[in-house]
């Protein structure tokens, strides 16, 4: 098969846009696409800072590469969670996240949760509900407090994710299986900030996975292979395996599935209640916002696991 720009043998090939090009071409396409979607869903602008969360993985990596070359004023955040029993996978992630900044000259800004809370996440899963709470929702919670806090306090404009087409799509079809109007309402490019939250962009949200995985492969991209361990059996993995499977018969399914929520969304998919935002408070205890007044759900876990000593009653 050949390129179509340049006739040349193609080394990627594209079924879901009946496309092939060869690696240099290849490796223009993608940041274009990727800037395609930072201007028609206005994620940002040049003059904004912007964080990138990095997992080192493919796709945040990848995310990263692309935006320093297409001049974005960018920087990288990563969370070490001490996921290091039996594999050492959070020690390897931040080895790889700090090569790639060494190599390109970026920022690497680094969190370790330990540090700053006193308790891995594996720690925090044990610790809280006797041990019973999904850790990919424990992570989750403590990653999305960690990133807001961190972009707030340095003064960062937007906070953007290396989510590609097959996670959003993933999410999309478990949503709608449970037809979760209030979570749907939320997912898209793009989370407007305010009120202490600051904006959250998706920049890779139409490409595949494995679009970004050969784009990681052809730019020389060394990141982590290893899947994290928390996430084995979890539904979004038995959701992408469905889709999969669609895609495999019908290519572009994914594609056009998710692009199609997006315009149903904007023509008056959901009712008027579903879009009633919810009113916002600062958390007693961290400061940042919650939807619920006192403390937030963070607060609230790192109370379960670290509970305020019992006073004993004085005679």
């Known amino acids: 098969m050949k390129c179509r720009i340049c006739g040349e043998k193609a080394s990627v090939n594209m079924r879901e846009h009946k496309l092939a090009l060869c690696k240099e071409h290849y490796l223009e396409w993608v940041p274009a696409q990727a800037e395609r979607s930072i201007k028609k869903y206005g994620l940002f602008t040049h003059d904004e800072k912007i964080l990138v969360a990095v997992s080192g993985g493919k796709d945040s990596l990848s995310l990263w590469d692309i935006l320093q070359r297409l001049a974005y004023h960018v920087e990288g955040l990563y969370i070490c969670l001490g996921i290091d029993e039996g594999i050492r996978y959070s020690t390897e992630s931040q080895r790889l996240a700090e090569k790639f900044a060494s190599e390109h000259n970026l920022k690497l800004n680094v969190v370790d949760i330990q540090q700053e809370y006193g308790a891995t996440l594996p720690q925090i899963t044990r610790g809280t509900h006797r041990g019973r709470s999904k850790p990919c929702s424990v992570c989750g919670l403590v990653k999305r407090h960690v990133m807001n806090r ?55 949200c139409r490409l595949y996975e494995r679009e970004m995985l050969a784009y990681a492969l052809l730019r020389g991209i060394e990141y982590i292979y290893e899947e994290c361990p928390y996430s084995i059996g979890s539904t979004s993995i038995y959701y992408k395996e469905l889709l999969n499977r669609l895609e495999n018969n019908r290519p572009g399914a994914k594609l056009t599935f998710y692009l199609s929520f997006l315009e149903a969304r904007k023509t008056g998919l959901f009712t008027e209640r579903e879009k009633i935002q919810a009113e916002l408070h600062l958390c007693s205890g961290c400061g940042q916002p919650t939807s619920a007044p006192g403390l937030c759900s963070f607060c609230r876990l790192m109370e379960r696991l670290n509970p305020p000593p019992v006073r004993e009653c004085g005679i």
């Open 150 to 204: 961190f972009a707030r306090d340095l003064g960062f404009d937007v906070l953007a994710t290396g989510h590609n087409l097959d996670d959003e799509a993933a999410v999309l079809f478990g949503n709608t299986l449970s037809w979760s109007g209030e979570y749907m309402l939320r997912q898209g490019p793009v989370l407007t900030g305010g009120s202490g939250l600051v904006r959250k962009v998706k920049p890779l």
